[in-house]
């Protein structure tokens, strides 16, 4: 056998050189390693653990020149060949390299687990996941979890299932459902009452003769109370004399007191008489005579009814509404009133508070509340009466609405529960649509196909027709102006401006100067809110309101400045033009001059790249219009007035620098110059470009024509705007320091900010034009898109395009986060003294509140009975990692009623290492918390609990974000 081994290689390891490129001579160097591999030693460990390496290394070797099958092969025959331990180890290895992902979760746990988590879902869901799998089925359908469902409703079984019978629960609750009859909420209205009050089953002639019977009963304790009154004020000699220029007697003379006590002030009423309580509750009610027709119906002599209308007039003053016009004395059925609600989030809101129409009833509601919140504040203003129509003026684009801070409005939203109920109540006090009820949207909810659908739906939940504006006008507001989604409001309203629903509200001079100049009277407010609002509280509304008509009216006077300068300027040009040309008759001459001046100059105005002469845009005639063409023509109009915007920046500042900079006089460098001014130059001959294909489209407008692969071309060369922004942050920060440090460029600013040429815009404020301009892109192509048909051949393009721009609007919201936080941060880190760097991370402040810090003698004492001295005042800033105390120090300022708060670093405390807890309110101590730290305990408290309440669930929500 020896012999045989050193003549020829063994059979194994013929087999394995025969899957290599085996050569003879390499038979004798391999004769060695070979000799011992038809044995295996098991006596010498040594050798045995060596023979081992070798051929693992040997069979290792193999495994990477065969092929996947091979491989294959290998693993299923050595698998084969293991025993269970081998094949549990394997499983192992296997589960821990390769992690085992989407495991169906009702085989993994326990049954009651799976029945546990399935018991969270609605019915609905529930029927979803029964189309899972049949295990799912099986789980879903289980008596345990419908059971429940239908014991809630009222729903029984009419019999005892038996222990084998399957899902009939279920069956049950799916007979009852199916034969359910929902009423609408007009339907629910008319048949229990309005939504917000329960039917006291009282039929409507008794309710109306109560009401009748309690007003006659207020009337005659005024009458009294009046009599009371003359009885004590008369003279003591000579009380049955007559006033001086009087025709009557005392009966006159009282019925002229009642007469002229129609006004609060006037009332000589005082507190504890008889008739003063009872008309004040009454009132408070919802009982004005107003609402009482049948009063005017009862049979009474002419004294009588001359002492009920002028009680009236006086009764009237209660309602605490604006007053309405002076109705036919014999009207039964007085125009119910109109309800607008008004965010307090909605820019220069004094101004349309100021404009608000009789009959209107205006309730301006906190940003920061709820929706129950808002909903008894409506409540409350309408006093149990209907209105004729319900205005919502919050702040929202076309998609959705942004009613409170963290509560939109939108497609998705309005069948949530909390919104559902809302608008349900608030829709059973509007009018029916048949006598002119619905809603009107101050949003351009009508310009998307996201809008249509929210008013459809929401006009369907409230069984009211919903009107909101089209998006056809550009700038802040400007939609309200514009055209809306249907025609006129009710013919018993108005018929001027029938296709603006907005004017029904507010005074159009009003609401035309508050969209136009809304904006900028905003930044004047946030200034006098910033300086009044934590000194006035009381009188915030009051003082905002005087502060902004003198401001704006008295102080700026901006209608007059403009009109001033440029008839000044257009007279100067005429009449050195008469006395260059002499002319016979020069009043004919100023007078052409004058016109072709104003022509030129609104040509330059709203086309600026147009040398050829004004482009005008044929308008559709009124019986077929054509809505594609007039967002189109929208579209190119403000192109040009953008254009014209962006061109005085070249003109005003950019050619002056530049020039100056060439004749060695300069004013910036050349690096200023090229950081603030040449991405304006980029986008200008962008937008040059994309205005002139647009124009060449609509001088040949039609049906079929498309503007969508226009805007597609704009779209793709956004990465310029995508630039300017990135740039833009940079661009203010050195205008601020060349402005500061160099004063031949602070002198320049001052020459050219405001003026005509520069639209009455400052260069920081003509910067910031290509923002705004990409929010009316998007209005403008979601206009577009809603009346683009699915069949026009632009149908194609306007997704892309509006997709590029939605992508586009959220890359600049998400720059304005960045930069307000970083603001907010700067900010705080400059109002605490002494604290350490707050600008690490990515941290970013959420909310700030004043408070009390307090401290307890004896902590022995139970909560109830113990009692707290106030140690100092601290204010809490709160981040999105950490809670920082200050102390705040309050420092009135002499002869004025103003005062100013200064902080120092107290501590810091991670929202991780950090707890909260509500103390028992006592006679001691109210709106008080605990913040609970890794090392002591603060004892703190607000002014009122609703501030205790916002500070602590904003708090608990970090809290729970940062775990």
């Known amino acids: 056998?020896?012999?045989?081994?050193?003549?020829?290689?063994?059979?194994?390891?013929?087999?394995?050189?025969?899957?290599?490129?085996?050569?003879?001579?390499?038979?004798?160097?391999?004769?060695?390693?070979?000799?011992?591999?038809?044995?295996?030693?098991?006596?010498?460990?040594?050798?045995?653990?060596?023979?081992?390496?070798?051929?693992?290394?040997?069979?290792?070797?193999?495994?990477?020149?065969?092929?996947?099958?091979?491989?294959?092969?290998?693993l299923y025959s050595l698998l084969d060949r293991c025993s269970k331990s081998q094949l549990k180890y394997c499983r192992d290895l296997l589960i821990e390299s390769v992690p085992v992902t989407q495991v169906d979760f009702t085989v993994v746990l326990p049954r009651f687990l799976s029945l546990y988590v399935m018991s969270f879902l609605s019915p609905r869901d529930l029927c979803s996941?029964?189309?899972?799998?049949?295990?799912?089925?099986?789980?879903?359908?289980?008596?345990?979890?419908?059971a429940d469902r239908c014991i809630r409703r009222g729903w029984f079984l009419p019999y005892t299932p038996s222990d084998r019978e399957y899902g009939a629960w279920k069956s049950h609750y799916v007979s009852c459902v199916s034969s359910l009859d929902w009423l609408t909420p007009r339907e629910a209205a008319e048949q229990y009452g309005t939504l917000n009050q329960q039917s006291t089953g009282v039929t409507e002639e008794e309710e109306e003769r109560n009401k009748e019977r309690r007003i006659r009963q207020m009337i005659r304790d005024k009458l009294q109370e009046e009599k009371r009154e003359s009885i004590r004020t008369r003279r003591a000699w000579g009380s049955n004399t007559k006033l001086d220029g009087a025709k009557g007697g005392r009966n006159q003379t009282c019925r002229s007191r009642i007469g002229l006590s129609s006004s609060w002030p006037s009332l000589p009423w005082r507190q504890g008489t008889v008739g003063s309580p009872r008309l004040s509750l009454s009132l408070d009610d919802g009982h004005h005579m107003s609402a009482f027709p049948s009063l005017e119906r009862a049979p009474a002599s002419s004294a009588s009814s001359t002492r009920v209308s002028k009680a009236s007039g006086t009764l009237s003053s209660f309602t605490f509404r604006p007053a309405l016009p002076q109705a036919a004395p014999h009207i039964h059925h007085p125009v119910p009133p109109l309800l607008l609600l008004m965010s307090s989030r909605i820019p220069a809101y004094e101004l349309l508070l100021s404009g608000a129409k009789a009959g209107v009833i205006v309730v301006l509601y906190d940003h920061r509340g709820t929706l129950s919140a808002l909903l008894t504040q409506a409540e409350r203003a309408v006093s149990g009466q209907r209105v004729q129509r319900l205005g919502l003026l919050a702040?929202?684009?076309?998609?959705?609405?942004?009613?409170?801070?963290?509560?939109?409005?939108?497609?998705?939203?309005?069948?949530?529960?909390?919104?559902?109920?809302?608008?349900?109540?608030?829709?059973?006090?509007?009018?029916?649509?048949?006598?002119?009820?619905?809603?009107?949207?101050f949003s351009p909810l009508a310009a998307s196909a996201s809008g249509l659908a929210l008013m459809q739906n929401l006009s369907t939940l409230t069984g009211q027709e919903v009107k909101a504006p089209m998006g056809f006008g550009t700038g802040s507001f400007q939609n309200i102006l514009s055209e809306w989604s249907d025609g006129s409001i009710s013919t018993g309203l108005c018929n001027q401006h029938s296709n603006t629903p907005a004017l029904h509200y507010v005074h159009e001079s009003v609401l035309q100067s508050w969209c136009r100049q809304?904006?900028?009277?905003?930044?004047?407010?946030?200034?006098?809110?910033?300086?009044?609002?934590?000194?006035?509280?009381?009188?915030?509304?009051?003082?905002?309101?005087?502060?902004?008509?003198?401001?704006?009216?008295?102080?700026?006077?901006?209608?007059?400045?403009?009109?001033?300068?440029?008839?000044?300027?257009?007279?100067?040009?005429?009449?050195?033009?008469?006395?260059?040309?002499?002319?016979?008759?020069?009043?004919?001459?100023?007078?052409?001059?004058?016109?072709?001046?104003?022509?030129?100059?609104?040509?330059?105005?709203?086309?600026?790249?147009?040398?050829?002469?004004?482009?005008?845009?044929?308008?559709?005639?009124?019986?077929?219009?054509?809505?594609?063409?007039?967002?189109?023509?929208?579209?190119h109009h403000s192109e040009g007035v953008y254009l014209g915007r962006l061109g005085a920046v070249l003109k005003v500042y950019k050619d002056p620098l530049t020039a100056a900079l060439n004749s060695n006089r300069a004013i910036l460098s050349f690096a200023d110059i090229h950081i603030i001014l040449s991405p304006v130059a980029q986008i200008l001959e962008l937008n040059k470009e994309f205005q002139a294909d647009l124009e060449a489209r609509l001088l040949q407008w039609g049906a079929e024509k498309c503007v969508g692969d226009v805007l597609v071309k704009l779209c793709s060369k956004l990465r310029v705007y995508t630039n300017y922004l990135n740039n833009y942050t940079t661009a203010l920060r050195t205008i601020d320091k060349c402005r500061e440090t160099k004063?031949?460029?602070?002198?320049?600013?001052?020459?050219?900010?405001?003026?005509?040429?520069?639209?009455?815009?400052?260069?920081?404020?003509?910067?910031?034009?290509?923002?705004?301009?990409?929010?009316?892109?998007?209005?403008?192509?979601?206009?577009?898109?809603?009346?683009?048909?699915?069949?026009?051949?632009?149908?194609?393009?306007?997704?892309?395009?509006?997709?590029?721009?939605?992508?586009?609007?959220?890359?600049?919201?998400?720059?304005?986060?960045?930069?307000?936080?970083?603001?907010?941060?700067?900010?705080?880190q400059q109002m605490i003294q002494g604290c350490p760097n707050l600008s690490e991370g990515n941290r970013q402040l959420i909310t700030t509140q004043e408070a009390t810090l307090l401290r307890s003698p004896d902590e022995q004492i139970p909560d109830s009975l113990r009692t707290y001295e106030h140690v100092s005042d601290v204010g809490l800033f709160l981040f999105n990692d950490a809670l920082v105390l200050t102390r705040r120090n309050v420092h009135h300022t002499p002869f004025m009623l103003s005062h100013q708060s200064t902080h120092t670093f107290l501590a810091s405390v991670a929202l991780s290492s950090l707890a909260v807890r509500e103390t028992m309110h006592s006679r001691y101590v109210s709106h008080s918390f605990v913040l609970d730290g890794p090392r002591r305990s603060w004892v703190c408290s607000t002014e009122r609990a609703e501030e205790r309440e916002h500070f602590l669930?904003?708090?608990?929500?970090?809290i729970r974000s940062a775990l």
């Not at 009018?431 to 809603?439: Q, S, V, W």
């Not at 009277?521 to 005087?546: I, K, T, V």
């Not at 669930?953 to 970090?958: G, T």
Request: hydrophobic residues 40%; aromatic residues 10%.
């Open 1 to 74: 056998m020896e012999t045989s081994l050193k003549s020829t290689p063994h059979s194994v390891k013929r087999w394995q050189l025969s899957g290599t490129d085996y050569e003879p001579q390499q038979v004798l160097k391999q004769r060695a390693e070979t000799l011992f591999s038809s044995w295996t030693p098991l006596n010498n460990k040594s050798s045995n653990f060596q023979l081992f390496e070798e051929r693992m290394n040997l069979v290792l070797h193999w495994f990477d020149l065969w092929t996947d099958r091979q491989r294959k092969q290998l």
């Open 129 to 146: 996941a029964a189309q899972v799998s049949w295990h799912w089925r099986v789980l879903a359908e289980q008596d345990c979890l419908w």
């Open 395 to 441: 702040p929202g684009v076309t998609e959705e609405i942004n009613l409170l801070h963290g509560c939109s409005l939108s497609e998705r939203t309005l069948l949530t529960p909390d919104h559902r109920e809302f608008w349900e109540k608030l829709s059973g006090w509007v009018a029916p649509p048949e006598d002119g009820g619905g809603i009107d949207i």
């Open 518 to 635: 809304a904006q900028w009277m905003e930044e004047a407010l946030g200034d006098l809110r910033n300086h009044l609002g934590p000194h006035l509280q009381q009188a915030s509304l009051q003082a905002r309101g005087r502060a902004l008509g003198r401001f704006v009216w008295e102080e700026i006077c901006l209608e007059e400045r403009c009109v001033s300068k440029e008839v000044k300027e257009a007279l100067t040009e005429g009449l050195a033009a008469i006395t260059r040309q002499r002319e016979p008759r020069p009043v004919e001459f100023l007078a052409f001059f004058l016109k072709k001046w104003s022509e030129e100059t609104e040509r330059e105005e709203d086309n600026w790249s147009s040398q050829g002469g004004l482009f005008s845009i044929p308008e559709q005639p009124e019986m077929a219009v054509d809505w594609r063409g007039a967002v189109a023509r929208e579209l």
């Open 743 to 828: 004063p031949p460029f602070r002198a320049f600013l001052k020459r050219a900010d405001r003026t005509l040429a520069t639209h009455m815009l400052s260069l920081q404020e003509l910067l910031l034009c290509p923002v705004w301009r990409i929010q009316e892109y998007v209005t403008l192509l979601q206009a577009l898109s809603v009346h683009t048909p699915p069949g026009h051949p632009d149908h194609t393009h306007l997704p892309f395009a509006l997709d590029s721009m939605l992508r586009f609007r959220e890359f600049i919201q998400k720059l304005k986060q960045n930069s307000e936080r970083d603001r907010l941060l700067e900010e705080t």
């Open 953 to 958: 669930s904003v708090l608990r929500s970090a």
